[in-house]
């Protein structure tokens, strides 16, 4: 299969996503499922090609960790976008294993508790880290002058 975009944004689509098929999408780059009403867990490393996955402001309730054993897609995703959802986790279980070419991370408007784990310090290509208006406890990491790419760091609005 060779397709390399699946848009399926603002079409009012319902239900869970069935991961499995998707992952023989080899050469999908772009993932966008955002403005839905889709429920369930989402998986990030969706294809092994994929560079930009939006899961943005749909009803999600958990995030799958990011596996090292998808190889291929842990090396090649940049952008994540999981905002404006429910997903009710410990930031650690979420970030401990996130992908070490992430350029952008956005998981704001969502109810992710805990710390931020120390694992982050590796991640030399971040530009964005959103995580605005959720229950982390610790605010400002202690790792955050390792970022020499960051241009956007929000944590705001902690409850």
């Not at 998707?22 to 994929?50: C, I, K, M, T």
């Not at 309730?61 to 404006?84: A, G, I, P």
């Amino acid at each position: 299969y060779e397709l390399k975009t699946l848009d399926l944004a603002e079409n009012k689509l319902t239900g869970t996503i069935e991961y499995r098929p998707l992952y023989n999408l080899r050469e999908l780059a772009h993932f966008d499922v955002s403005g839905n009403q889709l429920s369930g867990e989402v998986e990030a490393l969706v294809a092994p090609s994929v560079k930009y996955a939006n899961f943005s402001s749909n009803d999600f309730t958990s995030m799958s960790r990011f596996e090292k054993y998808k190889v291929r897609s842990f090396q090649t995703l940049r952008y994540c976008d999981v905002s404006n959802n429910a997903v009710q986790q410990d930031a650690i279980d979420i970030l401990e294993m996130i992908p070490p070419n992430i350029e952008e991370f956005i998981a704001s408007n969502n109810q992710i508790y805990g710390r931020l784990p120390a694992s982050l310090d590796n991640l030399s290509m971040l530009r964005q880290f959103e995580m605005a208006s959720n229950a982390l406890s610790e605010i400002l990491p202690g790792f955050i002058e390792s970022f020499a790419t960051l241009q956007e760091l929000d944590l705001s609005n902690q409850t």
